[in-house]
């Protein structure tokens, strides 16, 4: 059973509110068509049982507090309806707010109590500048953190990158360094240590975290990180979960198996900003990396993915 742990949604009210903005894309993409009818077959094409929903970057913040609450309410509602009127093939992450911590408060407890959706979906970077990790987000990790929640860590194109004189979309390399950064602001922040409940899943197999890892441990034991994070950095980056959207290659996939195990990775095809092609270039990459015997692929392929998710496990008809 194939679980699609990133996989994006772009109903017509969220494309329509953003070009109201001047809004096309999101890193350097333009926004791709969407319909649940043609989602659907491509899954069936694909062999995708399900695919959990979430909106990507940029996001539904703008610098308007209650802009952003409309937009995030009609966004999971929308997620929602999916789900109900497709419960065995959908399930949803929930968008929220931020940098606007109340409001984000707010739409969880909507969201997750009320719309009874799977889980968050997080910008690594928002709009305002600041990373997840930062002091002013501490509120809602703690609510994160009671509740177990799973999150998915989606990058942005981060404020810090939008003048760097590339001719290049944000997607290609910006992306990986935003959730890179996000994930190493939580760790030496203490928010992983602070609330070690929430279930992080970062996106395009943790962006470079895998291939510097060995890097960022050395540097976390000089004097002044040392402190923040006593047992070292590892220990932190091996309780994330990584998913394979874009990811699906020799190149990425034998740099992350070397920081974890396959219990810890869940396939993404980060459809439709990634083709079907795409995706199915991620599921044939998958089947013939020689790193993972059969059962470490299905726990890849979708037993994760039902272990972390029983709303949907549920749905699907599978006991967790």
Same mark, same amino acid.
């Given at each position: 059973?194939?679980?699609?742990?990133?996989?994006?949604?772009?109903?017509?009210?969220?494309?329509?509110?953003?070009?109201?903005?001047?809004?096309?894309? =999101?890193?350097? *993409?333009? &926004?791709p068509?969407?319909?649940?009818?043609?989602? #659907?077959?491509?899954?069936? @094409?694909?062999?995708? +049982?399900?695919?959990?929903?979430?909106?990507?970057?940029?996001?539904?913040?703008?610098?308007?507090?209650?802009a952003?609450?409309?937009?995030?309410?009609?966004?999971n509602?929308?997620?929602a309806?999916?789900?109900?009127?497709?419960?065995?093939?959908?399930?949803?992450?929930?968008?929220?707010?931020?940098?606007d911590?109340?409001?984000?408060?707010q739409?969880?407890?909507?969201?997750?109590?009320?719309?009874?959706?799977?889980?968050v979906?997080?910008?690594?970077?928002?709009?305002?500048?600041?990373?997840?990790?930062?002091?002013?987000f501490d509120?809602?990790?703690?609510?994160?953190?009671?509740?177990?929640?799973?999150?998915?860590?989606?990058?942005?194109?981060p404020?810090?990158?939008?003048?760097?004189?590339?001719?290049?979309p =944000?997607?290609? *390399?910006? &992306?990986?360094f935003?959730?890179?950064?996000?994930? #190493?602001?939580?760790?030496? @922040?203490g928010?992983? +240590?602070?609330?070690?409940?929430?279930?992080?899943v970062?996106?395009?197999?943790?962006?470079?975290?895998?291939?510097?890892?060995?890097?960022?441990?050395?540097?976390?034991?000089?004097p002044?990180?040392?402190?923040?994070?006593?047992?070292?950095?590892?220990?932190?980056?091996?309780?994330?979960f990584?998913?394979t959207?874009?990811?699906?290659?020799?190149?990425?996939?034998?740099?992350?198996?070397?920081?974890?195990?396959p219990?810890?990775?869940?396939?993404g095809?980060d459809?439709?900003?990634?083709?079907?092609?795409?995706?199915?270039?991620?599921?044939?990459?998958?089947?013939?990396?020689?790193?993972?015997?059969?059962?470490?692929?299905?726990?890849?392929?979708?037993e994760?993915?039902?272990?972390?998710?029983?709303?949907?496990?549920?749905?699907?008809?599978?006991?967790?």
């Amino acid at each position: 059973m194939r679980i699609d742990i990133h996989h994006h949604v772009l109903p017509r009210e969220y494309v329509a509110a953003l070009a109201r903005l001047g809004v096309t894309g =999101g890193g350097g *993409v333009a &926004f791709p068509p969407w319909d649940a009818a043609s989602t #659907l077959e491509m899954m069936d @094409r694909q062999g995708i +049982a399900a695919a959990v929903t979430s909106i990507s970057a940029p996001g539904v913040h703008f610098g308007d507090d209650r802009a952003a609450g409309s937009l995030a309410r009609r966004c999971n509602e929308l997620s929602a309806r999916l789900v109900a009127e497709h419960p065995t093939r959908f399930g949803a992450f929930a968008v929220l707010t931020l940098p606007d911590v109340k409001g984000a408060l707010q739409e969880l407890e909507y969201a997750l109590d009320d719309l009874a959706l799977d889980g968050v979906v997080l910008l690594a970077s928002q709009s305002d500048g600041r990373y997840l990790g930062d002091p002013l987000f501490d509120d809602l990790l703690a609510e994160l953190d009671r509740r177990s929640a799973v999150v998915l860590v989606h990058p942005a194109v981060p404020k810090s990158s939008e003048s760097l004189p590339l001719d290049l979309p =944000g997607a290609m *390399v910006e &992306f990986t360094f935003d959730t890179t950064r996000a994930a #190493l602001n939580l760790v030496f @922040r203490g928010a992983t +240590a602070r609330f070690p409940n929430v279930r992080y899943v970062l996106s395009h197999a943790g962006g470079t975290i895998p291939y510097l890892a060995g890097r960022i441990a050395l540097t976390g034991a000089l004097p002044g990180l040392r402190e923040r994070v006593p047992d070292g950095p590892l220990p932190h980056l091996r309780r994330f979960f990584y998913d394979t959207a874009l990811s699906a290659t020799p190149h990425a996939l034998r740099s992350l198996q070397e920081l974890v195990g396959p219990d810890r990775i869940l396939f993404g095809s980060d459809f439709p900003f990634g083709p079907e092609p795409v995706a199915r270039a991620s599921i044939d990459g998958l089947a013939r990396y020689d790193g993972f015997d059969d059962a470490g692929r299905r726990r890849i392929d979708g037993e994760n993915a039902l272990a972390l998710l029983p709303r949907l496990a549920a749905r699907v008809g599978v006991a967790r």
